[in-house]
């Protein structure tokens, strides 16, 4: 073989997309230089993990970071589920795959097992998105203001198309894609673009998506939460009325994110906040919060809370993991433009008025053309309480023209009760998840199983045991 050869083929190496330019071979990455042999302190497995970047433009500027989890028991058989956490900015890595439904929790210099993992009914694919969280990036620094959901949902698409480059045999599989928060955003819009491209070309299989205390419609989620906080003792009667009545929270946003917050509406959030304090998760009223984060100077004001068996200070534990050297190597990971991996991101100056278009609209869209919806709450959180989301889907079945196939109510995982369900029309399903916070998998890792599994088989929840 030519020296000119052998360089070209290093070159290959570097820059895989040069491959057929000059070889004039096929591109055609592989997944194989992804694999993890084996994350640090991580237990022995049966199922293989891979981790990488996928580019999403022609200049190779912007880079996506994913970490795809193989089911445990036979892959080959099992759905591809795409799941987003939100913020806008928020780590599917950190948040959704290491503390929520993910195969490992970090521990001390370890990782340990969730014995309820979502790999045990699918192959589960996380993606940091957009570029700017996590690990993933654009070397073009200013790329990063003005980032909103038409930018997200574009290159979210095209990551998908390019790591099924790498992963051809996920190509034609059943595809859900499922998120939470402010993926109420993404994945709905992402979902209406595969339906889209595949007019063009049929290449994503989608059979469904499923939000967990998403974001629907900005002034119907936003203002159920005065009483939330109300019922559950977080705040006064008074302060209640003013809440609803003086200065309502979506109009508090609304005048946050344009800068003219009015002295009305300072003077009741600062009532607000004084009451609800900010020793109490907003995203899960009932559960212990991790002092150390609270206040990380005085570490060990409150010792009860290592004898949690929900380890509240697991996001703590999340960012001294993923900023290990050798973790990061074993991932494949690098930081660019920014010092630490962050759970959501510092960098990223997302387009937050994005956050008032409502996307229920897409969800309705989406049920049109026969893609199955599950729009499930964790009731004890007062981000995005149940309350609104549940009127939001009774409202849009009644819009659709849906007529009620599983009347409101319990549904059971083991001999207890998980939650409550509705179904419209046998397509779409909203349930609550009893217990749950506002990452679900985190506080209630058996329920939300059951749930993943049903909604993955097509099935109602379970309405006895
Ligand atoms: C993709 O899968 C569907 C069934 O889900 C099948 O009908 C179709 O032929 C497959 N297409 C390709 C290109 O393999
Ligand atoms: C919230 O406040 C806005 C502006 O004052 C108002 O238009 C809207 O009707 C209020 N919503 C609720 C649910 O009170």
């Known amino acids: ?101 993910g195969p490992f929790r970090p521990k001390g210099e370890a990782v340990v097992r969730n014995e309820f993992s979502w790999n045990r009914e699918a192959n589960m694919l996380y993606l940091e998105a957009p570029v700017g969280v996590g690990f993933s990036y654009s070397a073009d620094a200013s790329f990063y203001s003005g980032v909103n959901d038409e930018i997200t949902g574009k290159d979210n698409l095209v990551f998908l198309q390019n790591w099924f480059l790498k992963f051809p045999e996920y190509r034609n599989r059943s595809l859900f894609l499922l998120g939470e928060s402010y993926a109420g955003h993404y994945v709905p819009q992402l979902a209406e673009l595969m339906l889209q491209f595949n007019k063009k070309d049929k290449l994503f299989n989608l059979k469904g998506i499923a939000l967990g205390n998403p974001v629907l419609e900005f002034a119907t989620d936003f203002n159920s939460r005065a009483e939330f906080f109300w019922s559950h003792g977080l705040i006064s009667d008074s302060t209640y009325r003013m809440f609803t009545s003086v200065c309502n929270y979506s109009r508090y946003v609304s005048e946050y994110y344009r800068g003219t917050v009015s002295p009305i509406c300072s003077r009741v959030m600062s009532q607000v906040s004084t009451e609800t304090s900010r020793f109490v ?49 074993a991932l494949h990971a690098r930081l660019v433009g920014v010092r ?34 599950l729009v499930y709450s964790g009731d004890q959180d007062s981000v995005i309480p149940l309350t609104g989301t549940r009127t939001l889907i009774h409202q849009l079945a009644k819009e659709l023209g849906l007529k009620t196939t599983v009347p409101y109510g319990v549904w059971f995982e083991r001999q207890q009760v998980g939650g409550w369900t509705q179904v419209y029309g046998n397509i779409l399903s909203f349930a609550t998840i009893r217990g749950a916070s506002h990452e679900a998998p985190f506080s209630q890792p058996q329920r939300s199983l059951v749930l993943f599994k049903s909604f993955l088989e097509g099935r109602p929840l379970p309405k006895a045991f």
């Open 281 to 329: 998760d907003k995203y899960d009223v009932t559960l212990d919060v991790c002092i150390s984060s609270v206040f990380s100077q005085t570490k060990n004001l409150n010792p009860q809370q290592v004898t949690e068996t929900i380890d509240v200070c697991v996001e703590d534990e999340t960012l001294n993991y993923l900023n290990r050297k050798d973790v990061q190597l």
């Open 340 to 373: 630490r991996w962050s759970a959501c991101s510092n960098v990223l100056d997302y387009e937050l008025l994005d956050l008032e278009t409502p996307t229920i609209t897409v969800v309705g869209k989406l049920v049109r053309a026969e893609i199955p919806v």
């Open 1 to 101: 073989m030519s020296s000119l050869h052998w360089n070209s083929i290093a070159m290959c190496v570097a820059i895989l997309r040069l491959c057929h330019l000059v070889l004039g071979l096929p591109y055609s990455p592989t997944s194989r230089s992804d694999i993890i042999t084996r994350l640090p302190g991580q237990p022995q497995v049966v199922f293989r993990q891979y981790s990488g970047y996928v580019t999403v433009d022609d200049k190779n500027q912007r880079a996506l970071f994913y970490y795809f989890v193989e089911a445990e028991t036979d892959p080959v058989s099992k759905p591809l589920v795409l799941w987003l956490n939100g913020g806008p900015g928020c780590s599917s890595l950190g948040v959704g795959a290491f503390s929520e439904n």
